[in-house]
């Protein structure tokens, strides 16, 4: 069975090279795309942590609330090491945030000093970014900053973890597509190609393929940038089961899904559920990952639903977390809470909260046209909500100017952009309190927006695909 993604192959002819499963090309790609452009994430996609406080707070919160419940049971107060990881550490603001708020918390100096913070991730560009986080300047003697596979932490010793959270990482670890077809088990191949229009830019195709084909950051970081020009190919061939870590858990799954319908199955995440159990110790306050996919077999079941997209080049998949859910519970962790991000969020800080982006939706009257009208109100928003917000923490806010903007239009777009507050809200993902809202009400109606939709915002329930927070307790 062959499914092509142009009609015609002669259009496509600068073979990059051969088909493999998407899981194998995943890896491959993280690899460029993180070695050419690590330093640039955010500027083609954002996550709640990249700038945000209000994740790092609540994790915060949750975990002096569970550290102090459990010292209460104790006969006598701990002194022992606090282990906590940060699994997929981005550039270093969730930690920092986290770090930040314990030790706001921690009045009596039981906690914070005992904390022992592993940032950890396996691209060392990343790292980078983490390294010189200021923000994280003030927290040297409690962080560590390791390079590393988080799905293999051998190094660290079983039951020595109190704490592992993850955020916006399981999208990335390698992830199969899936599907049966008259009985049996199929998977995706990919097969990359260089649009011809391109050719010119790589007088040298051959040292052109062999760099991307071994990886050479050294040699492709001298070359034109060509990851969004990637055309790739599928096809479908039979899945080699027994070669799949949880192979019967997922062979079950699959039972539950039509014929000829392509399933995300993340690999790369269950092995973290596997090594997450491993090192949390008995009494541990537990592991959390935050991402975005589905809870529903419904969605996982439904033909049309967005398997993965491309980010400046880079796989990124919705996470099953149904078929995760099992995983946990195949490996001993104890019974998986699932809930929205948002609620998880809310709860820890005792507020309602929504994302910007959720505010935006609520408008009665959302641009239609040109991407430049959707900017303008984005920034017209931010503008009305920072007449009454303040954050603790300085940022300058990542919001590129769409290319095709009319010269006039651009001129106001920057204007306003120049004009919004380094403590203002400081990401365009963000989570904004049911106070920063209602604060700004009469800006924001002045705006269009309404007051029963911005409430309906508040309280609408989850989408097909929505953020979700991963947790259990060892």
């Not at 071994?214 to 940038?225: K, S």
Request: some cysteine; hydrophobic content about 40%; glycine content about 6%.
């Amino acid at each position: 069975m062959s499914e092509k993604t142009t009609p015609d192959e002669d259009a496509l002819p600068q073979l990059l090279g051969d088909f493999r499963p998407v899981d194998v090309w995943q890896s491959h790609m993280n690899k460029v795309f993180y070695g050419l452009k690590g330093h640039r994430l955010r500027e083609y996609y954002q996550t709640f942590a990249a700038a945000d406080f209000r994740l790092g707070y609540a994790l915060a919160a949750d975990y002096v609330n569970c550290v102090r419940t459990r010292e209460k049971r104790r006969e006598t107060p701990s002194t022992s090491v606090l282990t906590i990881m940060e699994w997929g550490c981005g550039n270093g603001n969730l930690a920092a945030c986290f770090l930040d708020r314990v030790m706001e918390l921690d009045k009596d100096r039981t906690i914070y000093p005992r904390i022992k913070y592993y940032l950890i991730d396996s691209v060392e560009t990343v790292l980078e970014g983490a390294k010189t986080n200021a923000d994280l300047a003030k927290h040297q003697d409690r962080v560590t900053v390791m390079q590393a596979d988080v799905q293999d932490l051998g190094t660290f010793g079983e039951g020595t973890v109190d704490r592992i959270f993850c955020n916006d990482l399981w999208n990335e670890l390698p992830t199969k597509l899936l599907l049966r077809k008259s009985g049996d088990l199929m998977e995706e191949h990919l097969r990359p190609n260089l649009k011809e229009t391109r050719l010119a830019d790589f007088p040298d195709w051959v040292g052109f393929i062999q760099a991307f084909d071994q990886g050479d950051l050294e040699v492709l970081n001298a070359l034109p940038d060509f990851l969004e020009d990637i055309v790739w190919e599928r096809e479908y061939h039979g899945a080699e089961a027994k070669e799949m870590p949880f192979r019967r858990i997922i062979m079950e799954c699959m039972k539950d899904i039509d014929e000829e319908v392509l399933v995300p199955v993340n690999i790369g995440a269950a092995s973290t559920l596997k090594e997450a159990k491993r090192l949390l110790a008995a009494d541990g306050v537990g592991f959390s990952s935050f991402d975005a996919g589905t809870v529903d077999r419904m969605v996982l079941n439904d033909p049309e639903k967005p398997c993965y997209g491309l980010h400046g080049g880079q796989f990124s998949f919705m996470v099953n977390f149904a078929l995760l859910k099992e995983v946990s519970s195949f490996v001993g962790g104890q019974p998986v809470t699932m809930e929205l991000q948002k609620e998880f969020v809310g709860r820890s800080l005792g507020t309602n909260v929504i994302s910007l982006m959720d505010l935006l939706a609520s408008h009665p009257n959302q641009p239609k046209g040109d991407q430049w009208e959707m900017d303008l109100l984005i920034l017209k928003t931010l503008d009305a909500l920072n007449k009454t917000f303040k954050s603790a923490y300085q940022r300058k806010i990542e919001f590129p100017i769409h290319p095709e903007t009319p010269s006039d239009k651009r001129s106001e777009l920057e204007a306003l952009l120049c004009s919004i507050k380094l403590d203002g809200v400081p990401d365009t993902v963000a989570y904004l309190s049911e106070d920063d809202v209602l604060s700004a009400r009469a800006e924001l109606e002045e705006l269009g927006y309404d007051r029963y939709g911005i409430q309906a915002a508040f309280a609408a329930p989850a989408q097909s695909v929505d953020y979700y927070h991963f947790s259990f307790t060892p």
